[in-house]
């Protein structure tokens, strides 16, 4: 098993900046890669951006791509807007599982931190 925990969210005026840190523990070694989701009230769950730790590649959702960087455990945000606020989640993927913009695919998740960006 792999317990995942989220700090560093916030609230923050537009244009801002935060970044998210995702501690791992456990089977840490099982991980093949990382993602942020987030929900907004009232919508589904999205894909934000995927880190693959075996090929250290990365995947961005358009809507931060430009604005948004992962790394391994953290989820740079800069030029934030009022369509950020959200609750954000890291997932973590064994090799076991394909895919990197599916909940489905990810077998991990921490419990959340909210984001909130004020206009």
């Known amino acids: 098993q792999v317990q995942l925990v989220e700090s560093g969210g916030g609230l923050v005026q537009a244009g801002g900046s935060l970044r998210l840190s995702c501690a791992a523990s456990?089977?840490?070694?099982?991980?093949?890669?990382m993602a942020w989701f987030r929900q907004a009230p009232g919508k589904e769950r999205e894909f934000v951006a995927v880190f693959s730790w075996s090929g250290v590649n990365t995947y961005y959702a358009d809507s931060v791509k430009g604005r948004f960087t992962i790394s391994r455990v953290n989820l740079q945000m800069n030029s934030l807007k009022s369509e950020d606020t959200a609750v954000y989640y890291c997932?973590?993927?064994?090799?076991?599982?394909?895919?990197?913009?599916?909940?489905?695919?990810?077998?991990?998740w921490g419990q959340g931190t909210q984001v909130t960006v004020s206009s």
């Open positions: 456990g089977r840490t070694f099982s991980i093949d890669r």
């Open positions: 997932a973590a993927a064994t090799a076991r599982t394909v895919g990197i913009m599916s909940e489905a695919s990810y077998d991990f």
